[in-house]
């Protein structure tokens, strides 16, 4: 069956400097990757998608690789502030079109002042 | 803006009470999911609907069902609540226009 990790449960890093996050998976690659931030007590908002034929993604200081080979995506967030704090999930979706998204477990980032 | 609502922030249920769960979404979305989030095992899905009166089973449909009999709403329903089921449940929506699911703010429950 399909697996996606979230190598870090928790990232500790002092502002300013960039947040590496990575999402693995197992088995064959899935049509597109999105990532979605949570804050506590709160749904999950949309970041950023990229395809499989894509390799890199930006939005203002955001950053999204997907590497197929690898079976790997990189979130990086440059210039950290402390309202990045939060929860970042990764999700995949293996169906296109079909939109059924299965969630990694998530990375809790604190940025440090 | 989308809007996706549910019923309740928080919720305190005894077990073998039977619970609904609704969720409401503004934007006319065809498709519309039920998630559980637990610490250390991110969300999974329970039951999704592409269309009124029709769903389809996720990964852990197991002790919830689901009705959809409008269009813009979308209600999950544990028949005997059981202590297993203490969560948060998030609903979302979706169409084809967009890249992503629209998540409401989700219904923390604890069943006693």
């Known amino acids: 069956s399909q697996k996606i990790e979230q190598n870090s449960e928790a990232l500790n890093i002092q502002e300013g400097k960039t947040a590496t996050l990575t999402c693995n998976y197992t088995n064959y690659s899935p049509a597109y990757l999105q990532w979605y931030r949570q804050d506590p007590g709160r749904g999950p908002v949309f970041l950023l998608l990229?395809?499989?034929?894509?390799k890199e993604k930006r939005k203002e200081r955001l950053k999204v690789t997907f590497d197929t080979t690898l079976k790997q995506s990189l979130f990086h967030i440059t210039a950290s502030q402390p309202a990045d704090s939060a929860t970042y999930l990764c999700?995949?979706?293996?169906?296109?079109?079909?939109?059924?998204?299965?969630f990694g477990t998530g990375t809790r980032l604190t940025v440090i002042p | 803006d989308v809007k996706v609502t549910q019923s309740s922030r928080y919720l305190v249920k005894r077990t073998g009470e039977k619970v609904f769960l609704e969720c409401v979404q503004d934007?006319?979305?065809?498709?519309m999911f039920w998630y559980r989030q637990d610490p250390g095992l991110g969300l999974r899905l329970i039951y999704f609907s592409y269309d009124v009166k029709m769903k389809e089973k996720g990964d852990i449909p197991e002790g919830y069902s689901v009705s959809r009999e409008k269009k813009e709403r979308f209600s999950l329903i544990l028949e005997s609540a059981s202590t297993n089921q203490t969560s948060m449940y998030l609903c979302?929506?979706?169409?084809?226009?967009?890249?992503?699911?629209?998540f409401g703010p989700g219904t923390r429950l604890t069943v006693l």
């Open positions: 934007m006319d979305h065809e498709n």
């Open positions: 979302a929506s979706w169409t084809s226009g967009y890249n992503e699911q629209f």
């Open positions: 999700a995949l979706d293996w169906e296109t079109g079909a939109n059924n998204l299965f």
């Open positions: 990229i395809r499989e034929n894509e």
